[in-house]
């Protein structure tokens, strides 16, 4: 079965440090990968995404993440972090031969200190 | 904008009691789905439709049901509600896999607490 493992739970980060979370995931087939944020008190949406092409994906914000297929991971990456990043990050993946199950990580909270 | 909508953002139910979350989405999405979201792990599949009349087990079905009778509406039922069933409850919609804009759309969430 598909999972996936994010392995920050909760990163402080002071403002203009950079940001790396982790995300792995378990899954032998192709597959299509997301990002997604939920800011307090907001619903969650989408960061960036990536399905195929430039295994490094720029979203909004000046967030990124790169697909490192023989790693099975997904990183988020950002050169430097604002006190508005304070949010909570989820990973999730697809089998892209799956109808459209999209299965989600644990979440890190990211808290970024002013 | 895309809009989905649910029903309640709080509701407190007593053990045992049959609970109706109701999902609408305003943008003709043939996806629905409901995820849980419980701190330390993350949001978890119960059911998703990809059609009307049409549904599909998540990870974690147990204890609950779904209605998908109009394309824009998409229940999750708590036949027999119990306390470990007390979390936050997203609905979501999106277009069909592989659309170039294809994401998932999410609703406030429903905090449900059952005592």
């Known amino acids: 079965a598909q999972s996936v493992s994010q392995h920050n739970h909760h990163v402080i980060l002071s403002e203009a440090a950079s940001l790396e979370l982790g995300c792995n995931y378990s899954y032998g087939g192709t597959v299509n990968l997301f990002w997604y944020v939920q800011y307090p008190g907001q619903h969650l949406q989408l960061l960036l995404k990536?399905?195929?092409?430039?295994?490094l994906v720029k979203g909004i914000k000046g967030f990124e993440a790169e697909f490192i297929k023989s790693k099975f991971s997904f990183n988020l990456r950002k050169p430097s972090v604002q006190w508005s990043d304070t949010a909570e990050y989820f990973c999730?993946?697809?089998?892209?031969?799956?109808?459209?199950?999209?299965?989600f990580g644990q979440g890190t909270t990211l808290q970024v200190k002013p | 904008d895309v809009k989905v909508t649910q029903s309640s953002r709080y509701l407190v139910k007593r053990t045992g009691e049959k609970v109706f979350l109701e999902c609408v989405q305003d943008?003709?999405?043939?996806?629905m789905f409901w995820y849980r979201q419980d701190p330390g792990l993350g949001l978890r599949l119960i059911y998703f439709?990809?059609?009307?009349?049409?549904?599909e087990k998540g990870d974690i079905p147990e204890g609950y049901s779904v209605s998908r009778e109009k394309k824009e509406r998409f229940s999750l039922i708590l036949e027999s509600a119990s306390t470990n069933q007390t979390s936050m409850y997203l609905c979501a919609s999106s277009e069909p896999r592989g659309r170039v804009n294809e994401k998932l759309f999410f609703g406030s969430g429903t905090q449900l607490s059952v005592l």
């Open positions: 439709s990809y059609d009307v009349k049409m549904k």
């Open positions: 999730a993946v697809r089998s892209s031969s799956n109808t459209g199950k999209l299965i």
């Open positions: 990536y399905f195929s092409g430039d295994p």
């Open positions: 943008m003709d999405h043939e996806n």
